[in-house]
């Protein structure tokens, strides 16, 4: 089946340094890859869509430039938290879309982000 | 109209039983409704989809009921086990190429022994 592949599965940052996740798709295209922000015991908040090869759009109320998300193959998006603070510290979770999965969605396994 | 209700938020089912949870939605562009099981410190995984020209859909002990005309559909789980222990979200897909995934609260899932 489609699988994603999510990295790092956990992080520890200090405040003010930058973090980068990694979302690929293994087996499949992704022409679509969304990013999503979890808190603990709440449901999954989209931060950012994106499309290989175009600039992500992003939901209201997320910041880009704190934010930066890169899809520049069909198989591999970043996700850059700059200049962490200890309120990021979240659950990020990728997902990825394509015509071989009938367009369906996979998940990756998210990433756990603490800022000390 | 862009939401999609989820009850219950909790849920305590003895083994063997059958667990229901529903959702309902507002925007009738919405075109692909999934469910994903999630257990903690891990992505969701997709338990089973339906589209909204189905009414029902089984796979293993896993069943959507869908009711286009009341926009609501359902998780049933048959036979249910401890390892079914874990937080389901349903979701619903925008439609007319809108391809972002609306997700319910989520219902924590709890199976005794």
């Known amino acids: 089946g489609a699988v994603v592949s999510q990295h790092p599965s956990w992080v520890i940052c200090k405040s003010g340094t930058s973090v980068k996740i990694e979302c690929r798709s293994l087996?499949?295209?992704?022409?679509?890859m969304f990013w999503y922000r979890q808190f603990p015991k709440q449901s999954l908040m989209l931060m950012a869509t994106?499309?290989?090869?175009?600039?992500?759009?992003?939901e209201q109320g997320v910041e880009k430039d704190k934010f930066l998300i890169n899809h520049a193959s069909l198989t591999l998006s970043t996700l850059t938290v700059t200049s962490a603070h200890p309120e990021d510290s979240s659950f990020y979770i990728c997902?990825?879309?394509?015509?071989?999965?009938?367009?369906?969605?996979?998940f990756g396994s998210g990433t756990r982000l603490t800022v000390v | 109209q862009q939401q999609v209700k989820q009850s219950p938020q909790s849920l305590i089912v003895q083994k063997g039983g059958i667990p229901i949870i529903n959702c309902a939605y507002e925007?009738?562009?919405?075109?692909?409704f999934p469910w994903y099981q999630q257990f903690p410190g891990k992505g969701p995984a997709l338990l089973i989809a339906?589209?909204?020209?189905?009414s029902e859909k089984k796979e293993g002990r896993f069943t959507i009921s869908f009711n286009k005309s009341a926009k609501q559909f359902s998780l049933h789980i048959m036979d249910s086990q401890p390892g079914d222990s874990a937080t389901y979200f349903c979701?619903?897909?925008?439609?007319?190429?809108?391809?972002?995934?609306?997700f319910g609260t989520g219902t924590r899932l709890t199976i005794i022994p």
């Open positions: 997902s990825a879309t394509g015509q071989i999965i009938n367009y369906g969605y996979t």
């Open positions: 087996d499949f295209q992704a022409t679509t």
């Open positions: 994106s499309n290989e090869g175009s600039k992500a759009t992003y």
């Open positions: 925007n009738t562009a919405f075109d692909y």
């Open positions: 339906i589209r909204p020209d189905v």
């Open positions: 979701a619903a897909r925008g439609g007319f190429g809108n391809e972002k995934l609306t």
